[in-house]
């Protein structure tokens, strides 16, 4: 047996007796602490009065000559001495106990400890330094790629800010001047009246105004709906086929259309071009009207860049609107007043032949009205001259548009005219 053998061997024993010393000290304290201090025999007496509901639980099933762990706590309570004491000489055994080393040398527990940390720290220093560079290092080149990477941002600004989107081709757009709503035409530009008619083409008054327009020799304007139009193609060949002129009026009379963006604008009229050319292949549009009459700057821009004159009016008899409480008779001498009342050389009259009866009977007393007073033709644009006319300028109307001679004077003088502001039709 070597020495250090034997003095592990001796440490052990004297750590066992230790214990067994404390263990019997620690354990008569408790003992005598869960007795306390009073006689004997008045304990014996208390003991019977005890019942088996009230009697502690803990430790019932210890082992032979332990106490339970109540009788410990209320010794360390009463002898906390006893406890500290014997925690130090545990502490201390623990500490002088040699560990036996694969060399064959013996070292304390603290002694252990500290080797082992001094070992550690020796075998992972190069590799902490290493780590430890890398980090300070890594974010200093870091810093330098994210600062050349952000100026290019204010470079590309400047090539995207002149571009407006999709507006911006429309805004390069110039109409000629017009004397209505942005650029539109309020008047034909000469003594030239123009009857034109809207929201059609309807299967019922469309054929009745078409019978007594070629009765008397008057070509006029239809603003076409693209619904209507694609509704009707037998009616748009009756139109043109007659030699009245056509005018885009939107797909389905969007008062609104004129606040869209210039695509969806675009496409809404070049969806009712594709109606009224299904029907008539080639067929000429040459004027767009805005349902009520809602021109905007925009919308006026897409038409002209669509090849279409906007087109206004002058002269608005409202017939489409009704009273409440307006007859039929009555609703008929109301247009026919307000016709005669604002019509001037150079109107352009709004009248609707979508299921409007009553414009119809209108109609027919202001006919030859019109023929006796003025010049009744299209509005003036030589750009798109009416396909069926054979007016080479806007001021002279063509020689068919009228059966007979004109009256010199017309019955309204232009002092009679309205104002320039007209409030826009909301049937338009």
């Known amino acids: 047996m070597t020495a250090s053998s034997r003095a592990a061997g001796s440490s052990r024993a004297a750590i ?48 032979p000559g332990t106490l339970p762990v109540e009788a410990w706590l209320d010794a360390a309570k009463s002898r906390p001495q006893i406890l500290l004491g014997t925690l130090v000489a545990a502490g201390l055994l623990l500490t002088a106990v040699p560990i036996q080393q694969p060399g064959g040398e013996t070292v304390s527990v603290m002694n252990a400890a500290a080797q082992a940390v001094a070992a550690r720290m020796t075998s992972e220093q190069p590799q902490q330094k290493k780590e430890r560079k890398a980090e300070e290092e890594a974010p200093v080149a870091a810093r330098p790629a994210t600062q050349t990477t952000a100026p290019p941002a204010p470079e590309a600004a400047p090539t995207t800010a002149p571009d407006r989107g999709e507006d911006s081709p429309v805004q390069q757009v110039r109409v000629p001047k017009g004397d209505g709503p942005f650029n539109s035409l309020r008047t ?66 969007d008062l609104a259309i004129g606040k869209k963006k210039a695509d969806r604008i675009r496409a809404d009229l070049d969806r009712t071009n594709a109606a009224i050319r299904e029907a008539v292949p080639d067929a000429e549009i040459p004027f767009f009207r805005a349902p009520g009459g809602n021109f905007t700057d925009r919308l006026v821009k897409v038409a002209y860049g669509d090849e279409m004159t906007s087109l206004y009016w002058e002269v608005d008899p409202r017939d489409w609107e009704h009273t ?34 009553t414009t119809i009977e209108a109609y027919e007393k202001l006919l030859p009205w019109f023929v006796d007073n003025f010049k009744i033709g299209l509005p003036g644009d030589t750009a798109q001259p009416a396909p069926s006319t054979p007016v080479t300028t806007a001021p002279t109307p063509a020689p068919s548009t009228t059966p007979e001679t004109p009256a010199p004077t017309p019955t309204v003088t232009p002092t009679e005219a309205p104002a320039a502001g007209v409030t826009p039709s909301p049937g338009a």
């Not at 007796?17 to 025999?41: D, I, K, L, N, V």
């Not at 009555?330 to 009866?357: A, C, M, W, Y």
Request: hydrophobic share 30%; proline share 6%; charged share 20%.
């Open 16 to 63: 066992a007796s230790f214990g067994a010393a404390t263990s019997s000290t620690f354990s008569r304290a408790a003992t005598r602490a869960a007795r306390g201090t009073r006689p004997r025999h008045s304990r014996q007496a208390d003991a019977p009065a005890r019942s088996r509901s009230q009697r502690t639980l803990t430790g019932a099933h210890r082992s």
């Open 188 to 253: 034909t530009g000469s003594q030239v009246v123009s009857l034109t008619f809207d929201d059609g083409p309807d299967p019922e008054q469309t054929p009745k105004i078409l019978a007594m327009l070629d009765k008397y020799q008057i070509k006029a304007v239809f603003c076409l709906v693209g619904t209507q139009a694609k509704a009707h193609p037998d009616l748009v060949r009756q139109i043109v086929n007659s030699g009245h002129v056509l005018c885009n009026h939107t797909w389905s009379h």
């Open 324 to 357: 409440e409480g307006e007859t039929p008779a009555d609703h008929v001498k109301r247009i026919v007043s307000l016709v005669k009342k604002e019509t001037r050389p150079g109107s352009i009259v709004l009248s609707h032949d979508f299921n409007q009866p």
